[in-house]
């Protein structure tokens, strides 16, 4: 088989489908896996350029394939869907991120690691599921712990945007 410089994969609940592309950007790779084989067909396969999809799950498969040794990028859905060529299905899919991710300027989305998704979803469940109180605003003033604090004075918040605010500088 010709050697593999590119895959694009398609994400489902349980199927996950490859498209990979050699140098003559000529498929030689059309495969569907069931979720639990992807790591063991990437764990034997020379590491290549994957692309994927952003969503929340393939920030995991990111973290998961650059482990093995390959080079994962992420996709904004809208700069993918351009590029299906035909009628909307899973293979369509990985075909067009596979040529999406050959576009000199094409922007990715920063992979997350998993520190930080878990603190995304730490904010968002302190803003489902309040803490109990009379509080008017709140602020997660931590993102990796997921830290939020709560008050119903806007000067007790303004320090909390001054607390934001430090870790930021001091993390980035």
């Known amino acids: 088989m010709d050697k593999i ?65 390959h080079a994962v990028v992420l996709l904004p859905p809208q700069y993918v869907k351009p590029y299906v060529q035909r009628g909307k299905n899973d293979a369509a899919d990985a075909s067009a991120i596979c040529e999406a991710m050959s576009r000199p300027r094409m922007r990715f989305v920063p992979g997350k690691t998993a520190e930080q998704q878990a603190a995304r979803s730490s904010a968002i469940q302190a803003a489902l599921h309040p803490t109990k109180g009379d509080w008017t605003y709140f602020l997660t003033v931590n993102p990796v712990s997921g830290l939020t604090k709560f008050t119903t004075s806007y000067s007790v918040f303004l320090g909390y945007v001054q607390e934001l605010d430090a870790y930021n500088n001091k993390h980035h």
């Not at 790779?29 to 590491?47: G, S, T, Y």
């Open 5 to 69: 410089i590119r895959i694009g994969i398609d994400t489902s609940k349980s199927v996950f489908v490859l498209h990979g592309v050699n140098a003559a950007d000529e498929p030689v790779l059309r495969k569907k896996l069931r979720r639990r084989q992807v790591l063991d067909f990437f764990r034997i396969m020379e590491p290549t350029r994957i692309g994927l999809e952003a969503c929340g799950a393939a920030h995991y498969w990111a973290r998961e394939l650059m482990a093995l040794g």
